[in-house]
């Protein structure tokens, strides 16, 4: 009986799994890294966050396929392979509960949850989650937007469980890439990559947490005028009227009123 022919999966193994090692480093992991960081400005006030938001606005209608194109299609690439992996695997830190193995099985499980929080974060905060009663995150009120849609306790703790996940499976995914690419190959160069992991993954845990925490706290109302100030501003520089001021109406002119002419002393 002839054997199977191989599926596609195994027969680009070695060059799926480097490029999916690559894509979780860039430009997945560097988006994560500058969306974090541009959160994180909000603890600087909220229109630091909303120049932040601006910028990447400015971009206007090539935003959209920059997203797809270095956002979203490698992170379901990424997503994707990663369940191919998870499916095939066995991980077997019940009877081996060795800090490899303890790893291995944490990176499969963050990523999953990972995964999850990114679909539910689009679809609550994005434009594109609109249709399903999200997309709650207006860019012209940055900050008071993500704020409102942050208040709820549970939403907050979700988001917690969400940053920390992605952290963590980005943080020790820096490991795991080097092992992939043989970077680094020694115990000592291990050792000394497991800490620059460490090391990321507790400054970008800690933008994530500010960020939120940040976003929690904030002056909703407050924020609202500064983001109105400046949308004002903005507009004024594209020649266009103030949205937040009424428009100024001019009192129509009043009737002249007839003059009589002075009355000569010689009439009289």
């Known amino acids: 009986m002839p054997e199977p022919e191989p599926s596609f999966f195994t027969r680009h193994q070695f060059l799926i799994y480097r490029l999916f090692s690559l894509s979780g480093l860039v430009p997945v992991g560097a988006f994560l890294i500058v969306h974090l960081v541009t959160n994180a400005s909000v603890l600087a006030g909220p229109g630091t966050f909303q120049s932040r938001v601006d910028m990447i606005h400015s971009l206007g209608p090539l935003l959209v396929p920059i997203e797809w194109a270095f956002i979203f299609l490698p992170m379901l690439f990424h997503a994707t392979v990663g369940?191919?992996?998870?499916?095939?695997g066995l991980p077997n830190v019940g009877s081996y509960p060795y800090v490899g193995n303890v790893r291995y099985t944490l990176q499969r499980a963050t990523g999953m949850i990972a995964f999850a929080f990114i679909i539910w974060h689009v679809l609550q905060l994005h434009w594109m989650g609109a249709p399903l009663g999200g997309g709650k995150f207006d860019p012209h009120h940055a900050s008071s937007s993500a704020a409102v849609a942050l208040q709820p306790v549970g939403v907050a703790i979700l988001y917690a469980i969400g940053i920390l996940s992605a952290v963590f499976h980005f943080a020790n995914g820096l490991w795991t890439l080097g092992i992939t690419w043989g970077l680094w190959t020694s115990p000592g160069a291990m050792r000394r990559a497991n800490w620059i992991s460490v090391a990321v993954g507790i400054l970008l845990g800690a933008a994530g947490l500010g960020a939120l925490g940040g976003m929690r706290r904030l002056d909703i109302e407050q924020a609202?005028?500064?983001?109105?100030?400046?949308d004002d501003v903005k507009r004024m520089l594209e020649g266009q009227a103030p949205a937040s001021e009424p428009a100024v109406r001019v009192p129509a002119a009043a009737p002249a009123?007839?003059?009589?002419?002075?009355?000569s002393s010689a009439g009289r």
């Open 83 to 88: 369940f191919v992996i998870i499916a095939g």
């Open 224 to 230: 609202k005028v500064i983001e109105n100030r400046m």
């Open 257 to 263: 009123r007839p003059v009589s002419a002075p009355v």
